[in-house]
T-cell receptor, first 110, second 116 residues
Framework: GQQLNQSPQSMFIQEGEDVSMNCTSSSIFNTWLWYKQDPGEGPVLLIALYKAGELTSNGRLTAQFGITRKDSFLNISASIPSDVGIYFCAGQGNGNKLVFGAGTILRVKS | DAMVIQNPRYQVTQFGKPVTLSCSQTLNHNVMYWYQQKSSQAPKLLFHYYDKDFNNEADTPDNFQSRRPNTSFCFLDIRSPGLGDAAMYLC??????FGTGNTEAFFGQGTRLTVV
């Protein structure tokens, strides 16, 4: 089945630093989604990507859909303490099944 | 206003006692998903509905069942909860497009299930 590899597993950074995380897949996806999850809550959608090569921003967040359709990255610029949480990539191939990466735990030191 | 609503937020059930978790949506989306998420892990897809078409994941235990009586509601039934079933259960919806799957998914706040 489709699998996603997400890295890094965790990051502990200084407030103000930029952050980058990525996901790779063994197969092609039609959609890449990036979510943030706070403790005890459901994932919240940050960015949705639908086309190979697409680069989309949402405030300090930028994500790109890789041209091979097998990878995506998420960048966070000038991190702040409220960026703390778990970030998940998710991919959707043919059909409606949505699969998740293992998540990146982000900690920010102020 | 919340668009995907899960009830209850917290559920405590006894070992072996059937329990039902509910999800409702105001988005009129075709697809509804149920995920199981254990601590610090990725959500794991249990099954999903496209309209009334039920799609079970191959590794979802028989102990887990689902019902979707109409577009707005979907239920997760755990017939005989074990200690290993304690987890966060997440419901999600997407507009969906059968065969292409080209839409984003929105999650509820989840139900935290404890088995005692």
């Amino acid at each position: 089945g489709q699998q996603l590899n997400q890295s890094p597993q965790s990051m502990f950074i200084q407030e103000g630093e930029d952050v980058s995380m990525n996901c790779t897949s063994s197969s092609i996806f039609n959609t890449w989604l990036w979510y943030k999850q706070d403790p005890g809550e459901g994932p919240v959608l940050l960015i949705a990507l639908y086309k190979a090569g697409e680069l989309t921003s949402n405030g300090r967040l930028t994500a790109q859909f890789g041209i091979t359709r097998k990878d995506s990255f998420l960048n966070i610029s000038a991190s702040i303490p409220s960026d703390v949480g778990i970030y998940f990539c998710a991919g959707q191939g043919n059909g409606n099944k949505l699969v998740f990466g293992a998540g990146t735990i982000l900690r920010v030191k102020s | 206003d919340a668009m995907v609503i899960q009830n209850p937020r917290y559920q405590v059930t006894q070992f072996g006692k059937p329990v039902t978790l509910s999800c409702s949506q105001t988005l009129n989306h075709n697809v509804m998903y149920w995920y199981q998420q254990k601590s610090s892990q990725a959500p794991k897809l249990l099954f999903h509905y496209y309209d009334k078409d039920f799609n079970n994941e191959a590794d979802t235990p028989d102990n887990f069942q689902s019902r979707r009586p109409n577009t707005s509601f979907c239920f997760l039934d755990i017939r005989s909860p074990g200690l290993g079933d304690a987890a966060m259960y997440l419901c999600a919806t997407s507009r969906g497009s059968f065969g292409t799957g080209n839409t984003e998914a929105f999650f509820g706040q989840g139900t935290r299930l404890t088995v005692v």
